[in-house]
């Protein structure tokens, strides 16, 4: 595929876990260029992709870019795309990391741009390993999402879903890792203290995931006959705490970012 123009509004987290899966995959572009208000941030976004020209730009340039990442957080999505308006070429290509600004909403502050992509990223994209659902707006013709779906590629996986699941999955897939990757960590913590050697604990937690995750999915068994496979729980008393955070936390956010 040709090197398309690129940019992204804002320079945070999500551009770093995107330039890295691109770095990883040997896909990076020559260069790209960034839109962001925190000179340290840029900064720091050229020290560590330095083989790739990171050039600054504004709100008032998106008309010299193909695809334009909107990489900032909803509460100032209004405001950006405001200031985007009337600077974004016919054929230009929006793509949209965030949840809760729909496709109509997104192109109704754009007066009525229609090349418009919504995809909710998923950190694990920084190591080609990420589930990343996308939506296309009915204004990207199917050249233009197969380009997509190649450049999309090096970040892990792409399904395409509905535009009204993609808060659902930035709950499920987007903040997912959140929720365990805590708990990993104080098992491989636990596995030190007990006699492994670093390497032997994070071979033992990745398989164990590995091997968890197949069983409860691909055995064949119930939930409660998966269950029931080991007979000891240590932490089986608080089971029904966890349970009460995940679903009165996780619903209020969800119910949140879907309003």
């Not at 492994?196 to 937690?205: C, E, G, K, V």
Request: aromatic share 10%; glycine share 6%; net charge neutral.
């Amino acid at each position: 595929m040709q090197e398309k123009s690129i940019t992204f509004i804002g320079g945070g987290r999500i551009v770093k876990i995107l330039l890295q899966g691109l770095q990883k995959a040997n896909k990076s572009p020559q260069h790209i260029n960034v839109c962001e208000t925190s000179s340290e941030t840029f900064q720091n976004l050229q020290k560590r992709f330095q083989d790739i020209k990171i050039n600054s730009t504004t709100l008032t340039d998106c008309d010299k870019f193909e695809y334009i990442f909107l990489a900032v957080h909803p509460p100032v999505m209004g405001e950006v795309l405001g200031k985007m308006t009337g600077h974004v070429k016919e054929n230009s290509i929006v793509i949209s990391l965030a949840p809760k600004f729909t496709c109509a909403r997104i192109s109704e502050l754009l007066n009525g741009h229609k090349k418009i992509v919504r995809m909710i990223p998923n950190a694990p994209s920084i190591v080609n390993a990420g589930y990343n659902p996308v939506y296309f707006n009915s204004g990207i013709s199917d050249p233009e999402k197969q380009e997509l779906f190649k450049f999309f590629a090096a970040f892990g996986q792409t399904p395409e879903v509905e535009e009204n699941q993609l808060e659902a999955y930035a709950i499920i897939t987007g903040m997912g890792p959140t929720y365990l990757w805590f708990q990993w960590q104080e098992l491989e913590k636990l596995s030190i203290d007990f006699g492994m050697t670093l390497d032997q604990a994070r071979t033992a937690m990745y398989n164990m995931l590995s091997g968890a995750i197949k069983t409860l999915h691909r055995s064949g068994l119930t939930y409660e006959e998966v269950i029931d496979l080991i007979p000891v729980k240590p932490i089986g008393e608080h089971e029904e705490q966890i349970s009460e955070i995940y679903r009165t936390k996780l619903t209020g956010l969800f119910n949140k970012i879907k309003s």
